[in-house]
């Protein structure tokens, strides 16, 4: 039988929640520590754990399928790579920084700099776009510490709560990208395994738009219900049951787990009582 070749990091930041995103599409990945190949429980997959870094270069040459990996490693190494779902998880952005007592004005100040950074090509064309010449430093790995020891001027590296950046007394001055973990296709995917995909993705998006929403119940005054309808941001018209009590119903909707927080004080207004909010497993639309 067909089995759909998937890469996942092997160790690091996109390793855990990558497994985690495949346990709730009902796939468990049976590897031992120090495996590099494991087989998946319940779906016709192969899982090779690899380096993220090595990742767009194994796509490109059909050795696994598809793959979920840093978006910015597509950016630095895969631009000709086709992403088919963005996965939420492991955002950051890569950014420009420079030393805090530097006098940063403008992307201008930058040019004839030395740039220490370990993504090389993504800030060649982020220069060549704003017509900047640097010089740049590639360096693997703890890029922060570069303009510290002389090496650079400044550097661009992978930020995402800044406190790496803080703690190297260096600050944000220009955001060249934004990334989050995806889900990468090879170019030369087989029609059989691009169907197993299919079905991959169709797990993939029913997790997702469940980890996204809310399943929200209220009771409300009857004379209210049509209020607290035009209130909710709902996916379509809400469920409405008559409670035990004359006169109330209980208004169960699903909405986006972000709107929350925007519509409670309307709802509360309104007359709507015992509001519960609950997460929700999956979501087939
Ligand atoms: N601090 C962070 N917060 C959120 N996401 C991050 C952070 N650092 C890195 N990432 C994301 O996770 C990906 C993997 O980063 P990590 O530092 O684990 O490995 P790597 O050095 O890129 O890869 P490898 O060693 O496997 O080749 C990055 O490409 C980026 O997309
Ligand atoms: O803005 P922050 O939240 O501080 O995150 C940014 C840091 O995270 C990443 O490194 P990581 O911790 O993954 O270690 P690495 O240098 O070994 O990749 C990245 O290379 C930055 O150094």
């Not at 190494?77 to 890569?94: A, Q, T, Y």
């Not at 930058?110 to 064309?125: C, R, W």
């Not at 004359?246 to 709802?267: A, Q, R, T, Y």
Request: proline content about 4%; hydrophobic content about 45%; charged content about 25%.
């Amino acid at each position: 039988m067909n089995k759909l070749k998937i890469a996942i990091q092997k160790s690091g930041r996109l390793n855990e929640d990558s497994l985690k995103i495949l346990k709730e599409c009902g796939i468990s990945v049976n590897n031992g520590i120090d495996q590099l190949k494991a087989e998946a429980s319940d779906f016709p997959m192969e899982v090779l754990f690899l380096r993220n870094s090595d990742i767009p270069q194994y796509l490109r040459d059909g050795v696994v399928d598809v793959a979920i990996l840093g978006e910015n490693l597509l950016v630095e190494k895969g631009d000709d790579i086709r992403v088919v779902e963005k996965l939420g998880f492991s955002r950051c952005r890569v950014s420009v920084a420079v030393p805090k007592t530097f006098p940063y004005r403008s992307v201008k100040d930058l040019d004839g700099l030395k740039i220490a950074t370990s993504y090389p090509n993504t800030v060649n064309a982020f220069l060549a776009g704003k017509g900047i010449t640097a010089e740049l430093h590639q360096i693997s790995g703890s890029v922060e510490i570069a303009p510290n020891i002389g090496l650079a001027d400044a550097i661009v590296d992978i930020v995402s709560s800044g406190s790496t950046l803080f703690k190297n007394n260096l600050r944000e001055v220009e955001i060249i990208l934004k990334s989050e973990a995806v889900l990468a296709v090879s170019p030369a995917i087989s029609e059989e395994s691009n169907v197993l995909l299919n079905r991959l993705l169709f797990r993939i998006q029913s997790v997702l738009k469940a980890r996204n929403s809310r399943y929200i119940l209220m009771n409300v005054p009857n004379d209210k219900i049509e209020e607290v309808g035009r209130i909710l941001p709902v996916l379509k018209s809400p469920t409405v049951m008559p409670l035990a009590e004359e006169g109330w119903s209980s208004v169960h909707s699903v909405i986006d787990k972000n709107k929350f927080w925007e519509v409670i004080d309307e709802l509360k207004a309104v007359g709507a009582e015992g509001i519960l909010v609950c997460p929700i497993e999956k979501m087939v639309l």
